[in-house]
């Protein structure tokens, strides 16, 4: 009896699909597709990882250089602020530069009066009747009864530190009628006037001299040291009669 089995086995399916797998892989144009596909994506995969990595990369340093931007203006900005600090802290030197300059020199004729006023009053007899300020040039004219007192106001002078130097004094006596002396006795028949009656001696003094205050103050740091603090001081005479000045 003749028996026909009309459904392949599994075993039989299986190898016949292996088998024409196999063919189709043995041959030459499908070995060349398959490698090509191969090679093509994983070349896609080579570049769309690069593609993506310079992409992130591209991302970082965009990145970085917002962040150096913003650094660099910050920058900018501290360096324009210092420059305005530096501005103003010059401008502010040279105010004080100015304004020590001006203590120094102390221009005006205040300054010159308030320090002969403190040598003026240690020497009582001494009558002062004009200041004259050319720069640092100054002439003082006066008077004194007693050509001691001009000295000592001479020495004032010139022990000052350097607030007064180049000291030059001119002195020339003078006969001047004395008004507060009691009027003279009138001339009787046997007697004549005397014509000097009533008149005293006194001396008329210039004194010419530089007025540095710069100079004292770069000596001491302060004002000037009297003269009666750097030499022994002269005894002080009894006060002279006042004396009209012409």
Known sequence: MIKINLLNSVTDRQNSTVAVVDRKVSSPVSRFVLMAFVVTLMMGAVIGWDVVSTQMAKTEAEQQLDEQKRIAAELEAVQNEQKDLEAKISNIDTRIAAIKKLRDSQAGPSAVLESLKE?????????????????????????????????????????????????SI?????????????????????????????????????????????????????????????????????????????
Do not use: H
């Open 170 to 246: 001119e002195t020339q006596r003078a006969e001047v009628q004395n008004q507060q002396a009691p009027a003279p006795p009138p001339a009787t028949a046997g007697a004549p006037a005397n014509p000097d009656a009533g008149k005293i001696t006194v001396v008329n003094f210039t004194i010419k001299c530089s007025y540095t205050p710069s100079k004292a103050a770069a000596a001491n740091g302060s004002n000037p040291t009297q003269a009666s603090a750097q030499s022994p001081a002269a005894p002080q005479p009894a006060a002279p009669q006042q004396v009209a000045k012409n």
């Open 119 to 167: 040598r003026i009053t240690m020497t009582p007899g001494l009558y002062i009747e004009a200041v004259e300020q050319t720069g640092e040039n100054i002439s003082i004219k006066g008077n004194s009864p007693d050509e001691a007192q001009v000295t000592q106001f001479g020495r004032s002078l010139e022990f000052s530190n350097g607030l007064f130097s180049n000291l």
